[in-house]
């Protein structure tokens, strides 16, 4: 099946640093991929939309500005959180459409947990 | 009202139960309908697709309802190992692609 790589797995930084996580689709070609946050004993929440080759769709109540997303190729989307504080500390998800004909599945990176201190 | 809503749980059963979770989804224009686990600080994996002919695979069975928009996931024969939180998922194209997940239902399966 489809594989979703999602990097890094872990992350501890500082408050005020800023973190870049990684999600590739390792063996097809995703024109979206989505991101998603996932706090403790609660759902997914999807942050935003990323769109190969334009500007990312942010759910209502994430910040564009604060939450950076590129996804300058079909295999390759990042998001980079900036000026990371410990209310950002979370469990982030990636996920990537494939599209076979008619079906369309969705694939998950294994995610990342980001501690801010 | 939320636009996919789910059993709040969580569902204690013991072994060997069958267990049943139910979804409701708000938006008529949902177009395809997925049941996925997910283990506690894992991704989610995709379970299997709903379709409205019913689908089973092995102690698996899952049902669509369009006219009702209601979808069910039963396991049978339940296994320590089906301990997980089993998510509802529905896509929607409304002018672009959107995956709406449902909070999830939590199921423990004791000896």
């Known amino acids: 099946g489809a594989v979703v790589s999602q990097h890094p797995s872990r992350v501890i930084c500082k408050s005020g640093t800023s973190v870049k996580i990684e999600c590739r689709s390792l063996?097809?070609?995703?024109?979206?991929m989505f991101w998603y946050r996932q706090f403790p004993k609660q759902s997914l929440m999807l942050m935003a939309t990323?769109?190969?080759?334009?500007?990312?769709?942010?759910e209502q109540g994430v910040e564009k500005d604060k939450f950076l997303i590129n996804h300058a190729s079909l295999t390759l989307s990042t998001l980079t959180v900036t000026s990371a504080h410990p209310e950002d500390s979370s469990f982030y998800i990636c996920s990537a459409r494939e599209r076979t004909g008619a079906n369309e599945k969705l694939f998950f990176g294994s995610g990342t947990q980001l501690s801010v201190l | 009202r939320k636009e996919v809503e789910q059993d709040p749980g969580p569902f204690n059963v013991p072994e060997g139960a069958t267990v049943a979770f139910n979804c409701t989804y708000s938006?008529?224009?949902?177009?395809?309908f997925f049941w996925y686990r997910q283990d506690c600080r894992k991704e989610p994996k995709l379970l299997m697709s709903v379709y409205s002919s019913g689908n089973e695979d092995g102690r698996f069975t899952a049902q669509l309802n369009r006219a009702s928009q209601y979808i069910s996931l039963l396991i049978r024969d339940s296994k320590l190992s089906d301990s997980a939180t089993y998510l509802c998922?529905?896509?929607?194209?409304?002018?672009?692609?959107?995956?709406?997940f449902g909070a999830g239902t939590r199921l423990f399966v004791k000896a």
């Open positions: 998922v529905v896509n929607l194209n409304t002018g672009g692609f959107k995956t709406i």
């Open positions: 063996d097809f070609q995703a024109t979206t």
């Open positions: 938006n008529s224009a949902s177009q395809s």
């Open positions: 990323s769109n190969e080759g334009s500007k990312a769709t942010y």
